[in-house]
T-cell receptor
Framework: GAVVSQHPSRVICKSGTSVKIECRSL??????MFWYRQFPKKSLMLMAT?????????EQGVEKDKFLINHASLTLSTLTVTSAHPEDSSFYIC????????????FGPGTRLTVT | GIQVEQSPPDLILQEGANSTLRCNFS?????LQWFHQNPWGQLINLFY???GTKQNGRLSATTVATERYSLLYISSSQTTDSGVYFC?????????FGKGTKLSVKP
């Protein structure tokens, strides 16, 4: 299957600082990537759709100024959590379809963010 | 938006037993996947199955799109099958996830 990587795998930061998470498609190009978050023992919640070369589309209730998404190339999308607070602590996971026009998603290994 | 219901929420099996996991959708989807989330959080793709039936070893899945449900069958379960199984679907590339079925297979 397709390989999607994320960096870092885990990060601890202090309240008020910003954290950037990278999502890369390693062996394919992705014009669209998706960002999810997962709370402990909970399901995944779609946050936003990252579109290469254009603005991201955010789901209802997700603050776009809080979670900045940049999809600068066909293999890289970044999620920046700005002015992080403890309630932003979560598991963030990205996904991408391996083929243009395909709906089948492949997921990265996730990034565990802890805000102290 | 689309609502996804998974059942059962928890399932305990003896090794060797068979099981069926179900996923119901509130609306039609043209994109449906089953995943197994391992203890480290990685989502493992099991099936991409917007309709029809597929099999992969001891696992198989069936989606009846007209009735908006999908089933995941696990036969001859093994302890390594333990974990959380998610179904997810959507109308485009994005996926709405169910709450998952936590499966525990006892030796």
């Amino acid at each position: 299957g397709a390989v999607v990587s994320q960096h870092p795998s885990r990060v601890i930061c202090k309240s008020g600082t910003s954290v950037k998470i990278e999502c890369r498609s390693l062996d394919f190009q992705a014009t669209t990537m998706f960002w999810y978050r997962q709370f402990p023992k909970k399901s995944l919640m779609l946050m936003a759709t990252s579109n290469e070369g254009s603005k991201a589309t955010y789901e209802q209730g997700v603050e776009k100024d809080k979670f900045l998404i940049n999809h600068a190339s066909l293999t890289l999308s970044t999620l920046t959590v700005t002015s992080a607070h403890p309630e932003d602590s979560s598991f963030y996971i990205c996904s991408a379809p391996q083929q243009l026009g395909s709906y089948e998603q492949y997921f990265g290994p996730g990034t565990r963010l802890t805000v102290t | 938006g689309i609502q996804v219901e998974q059942s059962p929420p928890d399932l305990i099996l003896q090794e060797g037993a068979n099981s069926t996991l179900r996923c119901n959708f509130s609306d039609s989807v043209n994109n449906l996947q089953w995943f197994h989330q391992n203890p480290w959080g990685q989502l493992i793709n099991l099936f991409y199955i917007p309709s029809g039936t597929k099999q992969n070893g001891r696992l198989s899945a069936t989606t009846v799109a007209t009735e908006r449900y999908s089933l995941l069958y696990i036969s001859s379960s093994q302890t390594t099958d333990s974990g959380v199984y998610f179904c997810a679907g959507g109308s485009q590339g994005n996926l709405i996830f169910g709450k998952g079925t936590k499966l525990s297979v006892k030796p």
